[in-house]
């Protein structure tokens, strides 16, 4: 087996070893503190008493269980990196202040039209913070080794950054 | 182990089997969960429990709570006799833990099941690790360009199953997707459930899927 092939054996690991949750969730806030955008969720945290929680998960995701209440989840044996990390923590933040603003999910029993049309905006507005944040810190030498744009294209998130900038670029 | 007894197998595990809790008895596994200090907080007015039964242990089931209030909806597994509570967090250490509590019973119709079950919920450091049964039914074949599907296709050696009496173990042999690459290599698959691997060679490289292979499949049924 070459140096190159993946190893089967990495699945057997008991996880790999990680920061506290404590400094992980402290050095990314401290990182959005760097970028306006990022500021706004910071202090929407402090001023709301928003508790930030990570989680294992199978899959990297973040969820939002009641409105003062975050998680971000990854999995241990295959952490996200600490961009990542910290544009899921802006992803979630932004979530958590669209339900404090009062835009919140419909009713489980609400008309399909209303959950998508809601649900559409709620997501659009997130990716479009998300892709702020990621290129406010972009522009910051300090951050380049984070490759934030990167990042949120490896998230699936790359057509919305290819709109986000060409408005920019327009504005 | 043949091919009918292979296909037999895969039933064992993957036909739709989850039951829905009815709202009262939810609301109990709910209750058990958040007694826990670590839990993730799920909302009773919108959250859905369901379970099915795994056929290698006798009294842990696995449960599947899904909270419908967010979008996309936000899901967790847990391993349970119904007292206790074992999160599914990706990693073997709770699938190895019941392992031990509810001590495993493997068999050559129940290995593979078992095996499907570990790598759908166990990740390595390069992501999700997937076993080819049928190349032309791996999930999202249809992504990758014509002469990739056919480069899997042709790369495919089959699955077999044999059992070590002396060693009280099963060796798995077959194709496996990790780390953007197909791998040939045997599975020994101890009787306590452990697992390692064995003779590992790469088969194919540069196969990327756009999701992970179990984000739909494992949640329908």
Redesign the interface.
């Given at each position: 087996m070459s140096d190159d092939t993946p190893n089967l054996h990495d699945i057997l690991k008991p996880g790999q070893p990680l920061p506290s949750d404590d400094l992980m969730i402290a050095t990314a806030i401290d990182i959005l503190n760097h970028s306006p955008h990022g500021q706004q969720l910071t202090d929407f945290v402090s001023v709301n008493q928003i508790s930030i929680r990570v989680m294992s998960t199978p899959q990297p995701t973040t969820y939002l269980p009641e409105s003062k209440l975050v998680y971000v989840g990854f999995n241990r044996n295959n952490p996200v990196s600490p961009s990542r990390f910290v544009l899921m923590l802006a992803g979630i933040l932004r979530e958590a202040q669209q339900e404090s603003a009062g835009i919140k999910h419909p009713n489980l029993h609400a008309p399909m039209q209303e959950h998508m049309k809601v649900s559409m905006a709620k997501h659009e507005d997130k990716v479009w913070y998300m892709c702020t944040v990621a290129c406010e810190l972009n522009d910051q030498d300090i951050f380049t080794e984070y490759k934030f744009l990167d990042e949120l294209r490896k998230m699936g998130h790359d057509e919305s950054l290819a709109l986000y900038l060409k408005q920019e670029r327009e504005s | 182990m043949t091919n009918g007894n292979l296909a037999a197998a895969d039933r064992v595990y993957m036909q739709p089997t989850w039951t829905r809790l009815v709202r009262e008895q939810a609301h109990k596994v709910l209750d058990k969960l958040s007694g826990h200090k670590d839990a993730?907080?799920?909302?009773k007015e919108?959250t859905e429990v369901a379970w099915r039964n795994l056929p290698f242990y006798s009294h842990y089931k696995l449960y599947r709570l899904v909270?419908?209030?967010?979008?996309p909806t936000?899901s967790?597994?847990y391993l349970s006799n119904d007292e206790e509570f074992i999160?599914?967090?990706?990693?073997?250490?709770p699938i190895y833990t019941v392992n031990e509590k509810d001590p495993i019973r493997l068999n050559e119709m129940n290995v593979v099941p078992y095996l499907d079950f570990f790598?759908s919920?166990?990740?390595?450091?390069?992501?999700d690790?997937f076993l080819i049964k049928d190349p032309r039914k791996m999930p999202m074949l249809d992504s990758l360009s014509e002469g990739q599907q056919q480069s899997v296709i042709s790369s495919f050696k089959p699955l077999s199953v044999s059992m070590d009496t002396v060693q009280h173990n099963f060796k798995v042999s077959g194709t496996?997707y990790?780390?953007?690459?197909l791998?040939s290599?045997t599975i020994i698959v101890a009787h306590d459930g452990k697992?390692?691997?064995q003779d590992?060679?790469?088969l194919l490289?540069g196969i990327h899927f756009?999701y992970?292979p179990y984000?739909q499949m494992w949640l329908e049924g």
């Open positions: - | 993730v907080v799920f909302s919108a909270n419908y209030a967010t979008m936000f967790m597994m999160t599914v967090d990706g990693t073997a250490g790598f919920n166990v990740q390595g450091s390069e992501g690790v496996l990790y780390g953007g690459g791998l290599s697992l390692s691997f590992q060679s790469l490289t756009p992970s984000e």
